[in-house]
């Protein structure tokens, strides 16, 4: 047991010496090896050195002497160039100089003639106006003095001539206006004669509203009749157009023509106449009955036909509103006034009778006529009414 640890010991001291042994060969190893390793590097580096600061010393002296060579270069190509533009300037300066002394020469010659020639132009003009002016003052006296003799002779002709003619004319005047004095107060007295004739023949005058409520009846009638009239001619001489009119340009493709449009428009004027007469034969139908509103309505339908007429209307229709017109005034005349007054009847107190009879029975059964207005009372005869006409 103890030389088995004595050989364990002895074997693990000799693992261990040689362990060392190993560890101390390879660590001399590696270090010779680091040595020889950072020695080479070392050389390498030394040599890298010394090569790089030979080619910065090469590259170096090139670019100094190559730099060198340019400076050279450029001072001399800058001192060609100076000497070069020095002598150019100088060339044009003096060129400029040159050409503006000639030019300036130039100028005072060109200058010296213009005013030369201006001077002789403007003494030849002011001789020439002078003589000019002179022969037009001369002319113009000439012609001054034959136009004044003329004028004086033509003056004291027309003077002579003017009071002739002015005395001739006063005599035609005085002449002509004894004449129409002289007529005149022979028109004047007829028509004297003949208003005082028709003044005791008018309605006024006489009483009896008839005529003239017959003259506005026909007047009323007629310009109904004439308005008809009118308008028949005016149809019958309407052109028949060959197509429509812009507004209703589109019927035509509804087979509307320009005579249906005629033909229409012929209708409708027909059928406002034909309202027109009915309208006024109303109207003298009920002026002839007594009613008052008739001849309010006839004057203002007349009025405003007349109005219509005369901005828009034909000659007839002017002539037929004008007539309505004029039975309208007729009808608001002092003669006519009686025929529109309300009538007042009078009523009678009957005799005491035994027998009880009818209202309208008196004495023997005849009716008693009631008492009219003393102003008609003579219109009870044949024609003394309208409707007897």
Do not use: C
């Amino acid at each position: 047991m103890h030389s088995t640890v004595a050989g364990a010991r002895a074997a693990a001291h000799a693992v261990s010496v040689a362990a060392r042994a190993t560890a101390h060969a390879v660590s001399m190893a590696a270090r010779t090896t680091a040595h020889a390793v950072s020695m080479a590097a070392r050389t390498t580096a030394h040599a890298v050195s010394m090569a790089a600061r030979t080619t910065a010393h090469a590259v170096a002296v090139a670019v100094r002497t190559i730099g060198n060579a340019i400076s050279v270069a450029a001072r001399t190509t800058a001192h060609a160039t100076a000497v070069g533009a020095r002598a150019v300037a100088d060339a044009v300066s003096t060129a400029a100089r040159t050409t503006a002394h000639a030019t300036a020469v130039g100028a005072r010659t060109t200058a010296h003639v213009t005013a030369v020639g201006a001077r002789t132009t403007g003494h030849a003009t002011a001789v020439g106006a002078r003589a000019v002016a002179h022969a037009a003052s001369v002319v113009a006296h000439t012609v001054a003095h034959a136009i004044a003799v003329a004028a004086r002779t033509t003056a004291h002709a027309t003077a002579v001539g003017a009071r002739a003619v002015a005395h001739a004319t006063s005599v035609v005047a005085r002449t002509v206006a004894h004449a129409i004095a002289v007529a005149a107060r022979t028109t004047a007295h007829a028509i004297a004669v003949v208003v005082r004739a028709v003044q005791r023949h008018l309605p006024a005058n006489t009483g009896n509203p008839v005529p003239a409520i017959a003259a506005a009846f026909a007047l009323i009638s007629g310009a109904g009749l004439l308005n008809l009239w009118g308008t028949i001619t005016t149809v019958s001489r309407m052109p028949i157009p060959d197509s429509l009119p812009p507004a209703i340009a589109l019927l035509e493709r509804y087979g509307v023509t320009g005579t249906h449009y005629a033909r229409t428009q012929a209708a409708v004027e027909l059928a406002y106449a034909l309202v027109i007469l009915g309208s006024a034969l109303l109207l003298a139908v009920a002026v002839r009955d007594r009613h008052r509103w008739a001849r309010i309505a006839t004057a203002v339908l007349a009025g405003t036909a007349l109005f219509y007429a005369t901005n828009a209307g034909t000659g007839t229709q002017s002539l037929a509103a004008a007539l309505g017109v004029a039975g309208a005034v007729i009808t608001f005349t002092k003669g006519a006034a009686p025929w529109f007054r309300p009538r007042v009847l009078s009523a009678e107190p009957f005799a005491p009778q035994r027998h009880q009879t009818k209202p309208h029975q008196h004495l023997g059964g005849q009716a008693e006529p009631l008492p009219s207005e003393p102003v008609l009372a003579r219109q009870a005869g044949p024609g003394g009414d309208l409707r007897n006409l």
